[in-house]
Nanobody, 124 residues
Framework: VQLQASGGGSVQAGGSLRLSCEAPGRTSSNGAMGWIRQAPGKERESVAA????????FYADSVKGRFTISRDNVRNTVSLQMNSLKPEDTAVYYCAARISRIVLLMPPEDWTYWGQGTLVTVSS
């Protein structure tokens, strides 16, 4: 599965950004996709995930109520709408995929396929 991420950029605190990730090689309705971020000097952190089938969404506590993950099964895309951004959201954001469904927000090491990172910078 090849993943192609887009979006990101610079925004002031309180602003919004939208990230998108395409999975053009996806042919199965199984599996899941997620967004993982890595802030400068910190370890990678899973922030949101969604199964390709089913409606359950998964979020890290640090982004609950501010970030929304969604999917488009026709276009094979997953998006991350980020609102009320904070300086601590500054990070490189990666989309990732796995071929099995998830029942909780999986840690970064449990994702199989990765897209290129996109930088999100939030200034105070």
């Amino acid at each position: 599965v090849q993943l192609q991420a887009s979006g990101g950029g610079s925004v002031q605190a309180g602003g919004s950004l939208r990230l998108s990730c395409e999975a053009p090689g996806r042919t199965s309705s199984n599996g899941a996709m997620g967004w993982i971020r890595q802030a400068p000097g910190k370890e990678r952190e899973s922030v949101a995930a969604i199964n390709w089938s089913g409606g359950r969404l998964f979020y890290a506590d640090s982004v609950k109520g501010r970030f929304t993950i969604s999917r488009d099964n026709v276009r094979n895309t997953v998006s991350l709408q980020m609102n009320s951004l904070k300086p601590e959201d500054t990070a490189v954001y990666y989309c990732a995929a796995r071929i099995s469904r998830i029942v909780l927000l999986m840690p970064p090491e449990d994702w199989t396929y990765w897209g290129q990172g996109t930088l999100v910078t939030v200034s105070s």
